[in-house]
Nanobody, 124 residues
Framework: QVQLVESGGGLVQAGDSLMLSCTNSGHTLSGYDMGWFREAPGKEREFVASIKTIGNTRDYADSVKGRFTISRDNAKNTLYLQMNNLKPEDTAVYYC?????????????????WGQGAQVTVSS
């Protein structure tokens, strides 16, 4: 069973960095495509980044390209999101997600497993 748990959220200032982690307490992450979405107050949940299990192919939303980096460590059963040069508009609850063979990674409904979310707040 896949049980995703995010950690590493917090309150930071604009320009700061933060790293989110996501672990799977119930099963290995190896073999799963993994991703991050975020949901700001009053807005729909949106795609942030993804990493494929085959070849570690990465995909990013245009709004975070060049600032965020997604990575995974299958030996540690952990997914990461390194966030640099944070902006107030990055404020949101960040969700870790996983599934097998995700074809359209930017579509929320294509992902099956979700974590409970981690709050990231960026002050100006």
């Amino acid at each position: 069973q896949v049980q995703l748990v995010e950690s590493g959220g917090g309150l930071v200032q604009a320009g700061d960095s933060l790293m989110l982690s996501c672990t799977n307490s119930g099963h290995t992450l190896s073999g799963y495509d993994m991703g991050w979405f975020r949901e700001a107050p009053g807005k729909e949940r949106e795609f942030v980044a993804s990493i494929k299990t085959i070849g570690n192919t990465r995909d990013y939303a245009d709004s975070v390209k060049g600032r965020f980096t997604i990575s995974r460590d299958n030996a540690k059963n952990t997914l990461y999101l390194q966030m640099n040069n944070l902006k107030p508009e990055d404020t949101a609850v960040y969700y870790c997600t996983a599934d097998h063979w995700v074809k359209n990674v930017q579509v929320m409904s294509k992902w099956q497993y979700w974590g409970q979310g981690a709050q990231v707040t960026v002050s100006s």
